[in-house]
């Protein structure tokens, strides 16, 4: 039991409170919920105890500004974030995270995001769990833990690039992941971002994809003298052909490109420099344009990756890679292969970074993983993965605080043995 936070149980009883008052029919109903979150409180606890971590639930705060600017959710909604004071010698430095979750590519799908916690605040947990990257415990996240920790709700569908609004009879929907970007930044800059000394952006999937696109102009926010640098966590998502040849992906990312308004929001001089503009969404085609010093987080192998861009259920109707998709064990040979061609195409795409940024850090493992700053068992834990010893948490240390060179690349499946999360 002493696992689970007093402000945790302080949440739950008001919760448990909330609900039964505003439940009329009765003492079964009452009886019913209180049930239901008895359960749910136990089955909370026990991968509490299994970790034995203690949980860190930081409540929402939703920005009341954002309306001014239209600065809102698909829905409608206001956009938010969490925030975790900072304390001690961390009180100036600010750690900013995009939290992921997908994308949408038109209408259909992102009216059906607007009514989910994807498209909408209102939806949303109220209180989030910070973890790995976001601990406030030294011992379970050495380089950040006493900064000011911010997680930045995504609920805009573009990874915070969008600038459009779409109206007919019936509905409205909100594109707008720029203008909620820069009312976060403008509400938080007056709350001690503004004085920052130490800066790092963050984000992990479609939010690892917003720091390329947000890395530059979150550094022209903040103190000339502060240090300022940005890490994206499984947001290299490979511009690859799909193995049935076609750009599944390229298509995908042009449509949310075009539907949300998001051209005028890429780095210009890469959208400048390129043929097919539109190009510029992907990391490896923008990053030689981003100027602050980065750090690129991924594996070789990123789940997500291999199962929407490499294997899209499009290019595989037969189901030849079912087996594969949920176990890396059981891929036949000429699967490996497959997989071990994207791994090369995505170190060939790192390549120029790897050779000529020398601000830059790297961390690409071979772990069957998407997402690994957030969760504590792989960003900092005994058993979690490594290259050369080293743990994510200590290579992004390493690189953050100039302590070493930082540029870690994994051998290829199945060579690594820290891997001990396969495909969740
Ligand atoms: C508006 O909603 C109604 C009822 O759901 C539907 O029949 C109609 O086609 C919609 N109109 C538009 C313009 O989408
Ligand atoms: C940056 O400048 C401010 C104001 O001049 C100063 O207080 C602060 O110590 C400086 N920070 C760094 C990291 O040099
Ligand atoms: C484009 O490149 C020029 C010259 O290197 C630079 O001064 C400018 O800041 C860049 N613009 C953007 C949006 O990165
Ligand atoms: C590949 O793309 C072409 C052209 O867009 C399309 O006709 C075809 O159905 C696609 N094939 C698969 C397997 O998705
Ligand atoms: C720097 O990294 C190299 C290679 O990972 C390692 O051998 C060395 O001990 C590190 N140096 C320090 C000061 O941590």
Same mark, same amino acid.
Not at 12 to 36: C, D, E, H, Q, R
Not at 187 to 199: F, R
């Given at each position: 039991m002493?696992?689970?936070?007093?402000?945790?149980?302080?949440?739950?009883?008001?919760y448990?409170?909330?609900?039964?008052?505003?439940?009329p029919?009765?003492f079964?109903v009452?009886?019913?919920f209180?049930?239901a979150?008895?359960?749910?409180y136990?089955?909370?606890?026990?991968p509490?105890?299994?970790?034995s971590?203690q /949980?860190? &639930?930081i409540?929402m705060? *939703?920005?009341?500004?954002?309306? +001014?600017?239209?600065a809102? =959710?698909?829905?409608?909604? @206001?956009?938010?974030y969490?925030l975790?004071?900072?304390?001690?010698?961390?009180?100036?430095n600010?750690?900013?995270?995009f939290?992921?979750?997908?994308?949408?590519?038109?209408l259909?799908s992102?009216?059906?995001?607007?009514?989910?916690?994807?498209g909408?605040?209102?939806?949303?947990?109220?209180?989030e769990?910070?973890n790995g990257?976001?601990?406030n415990?030294?011992?379970l996240n050495?380089?950040?833990?006493?900064w000011?920790?911010v997680?930045?709700?995504?609920c805009?569908?573009?990874?915070?690039?969008?600038d459009?609004?779409?109206?007919?009879?019936?509905?409205?929907?909100?594109?707008?992941?720029?203008?909620?970007?820069?009312a976060?930044? /403008?509400? &938080?800059?007056?709350?001690? *971002?503004?004085k920052?000394?130490k +800066?790092l952006l963050?984000? =992990?999937s479609?939010g690892? @994809?917003?720091?390329f696109h947000?890395?530059?102009?979150?550094a022209?926010?903040?103190?000339?003298?502060?240090?300022?640098?940005?890490?994206?966590?499984?947001?290299?998502?490979?511009?690859?052909?799909?193995?049935?040849?076609?750009?599944?992906?390229?298509l995908?990312?042009?449509n949310v490109?075009?539907?949300?308004?998001?051209?005028?929001?890429?780095?210009?001089n890469?959208?400048?420099?390129l043929?097919?503009?539109?190009?510029?969404?992907?990391p490896?085609?923008?990053?030689?344009?981003?100027?602050?010093?980065?750090f690129i987080?991924?594996?070789?192998?990123?789940?997500f990756?291999?199962?929407?861009?490499?294997?899209?259920?499009?290019?595989?109707l037969?189901?030849y890679w079912?087996?594969c998709?949920?176990?890396?064990? +059981?891929?036949?040979?000429?699967q490996?292969?497959?997989?071990?061609?994207?791994r090369l195409?995505?170190?060939?795409?790192?390549?120029?970074?790897?050779?000529?940024s020398?601000?830059?850090?790297?961390?690409?493992n071979?772990?069957?993983?998407?997402?690994?700053?957030?969760?504590?068992e792989?960003?900092?834990?005994?058993?979690?993965?490594?290259i050369?010893k080293?743990?994510i948490?200590?290579?992004?240390?390493?690189?953050?605080?100039?302590?070493?060179?930082?540029k870690e690349?994994?051998?290829?499946?199945?060579?690594?043995?820290?891997?001990?999360?396969?495909?969740?």
């Amino acid at each position: 039991m002493g696992c689970v936070k007093h402000k945790y149980l302080t949440h739950l009883n008001i919760y448990l409170v909330s609900i039964s008052n505003s439940t009329p029919s009765g003492f079964f109903v009452k009886m019913n919920f209180v049930v239901a979150f008895v359960f749910l409180y136990l089955t909370t606890l026990a991968p509490c105890h299994v970790r034995s971590q203690q /949980r860190h &639930l930081i409540k929402m705060t *939703l920005v009341r500004n954002a309306r +001014a600017t239209n600065a809102l =959710c698909l829905d409608g909604s @206001l956009p938010a974030y969490h925030l975790d004071r900072g304390f001690g010698d961390g009180k100036d430095n600010w750690l900013l995270q995009f939290e992921g979750g997908g994308w949408c590519n038109d209408l259909k799908s992102c009216l059906e995001r607007a009514k989910t916690r994807r498209g909408s605040t209102s939806y949303m947990s109220k209180f989030e769990d910070f973890n790995g990257i976001l601990s406030n415990s030294a011992t379970l996240n050495p380089g950040f833990y006493n900064w000011n920790r911010v997680k930045l709700r995504y609920c805009d569908g573009a990874s915070f690039t969008g600038d459009a609004v779409f109206t007919d009879k019936n509905t409205t929907l909100y594109f707008k992941g720029q203008k909620i970007w820069d009312a976060i930044i /403008r509400d &938080l800059l007056p709350q001690g *971002l503004g004085k920052a000394q130490k +800066a790092l952006l963050s984000g =992990c999937s479609a939010g690892g @994809l917003a720091t390329f696109h947000h890395c530059d102009d979150f550094a022209k926010y903040l103190p000339t003298n502060a240090t300022v640098k940005c890490l994206s966590d499984a947001g290299f998502f490979l511009d690859e052909r799909d193995i049935s040849l076609n750009y599944t992906f390229r298509l995908f990312f042009k449509n949310v490109v075009q539907l949300q308004g998001a051209e005028q929001n890429q780095n210009k001089n890469c959208t400048m420099a390129l043929k097919s503009p539109e190009l510029c969404f992907f990391p490896q085609y923008a990053l030689s344009y981003i100027s602050t010093p980065y750090f690129i987080l991924n594996s070789a192998y990123d789940v997500f990756q291999f199962h929407n861009i490499l294997v899209p259920p499009s290019a595989d109707l037969r189901g030849y890679w079912n087996r594969c998709k949920l176990n890396p064990a +059981a891929c036949t040979p000429d699967q490996i292969n497959t997989l071990q061609g994207f791994r090369l195409d995505m170190l060939a795409a790192l390549k120029p970074f790897n050779t000529n940024s020398r601000t830059g850090g790297m961390f690409i493992n071979s772990c069957f993983a998407h997402c690994q700053s957030e969760l504590q068992e792989t960003w900092f834990a005994a058993d979690s993965p490594r290259i050369n010893k080293k743990t994510i948490a200590e290579a992004v240390g390493d690189w953050y605080f100039s302590r070493n060179t930082s540029k870690e690349i994994d051998c290829a499946y199945p060579c690594d043995s820290t891997c001990h999360n396969l495909i969740p």
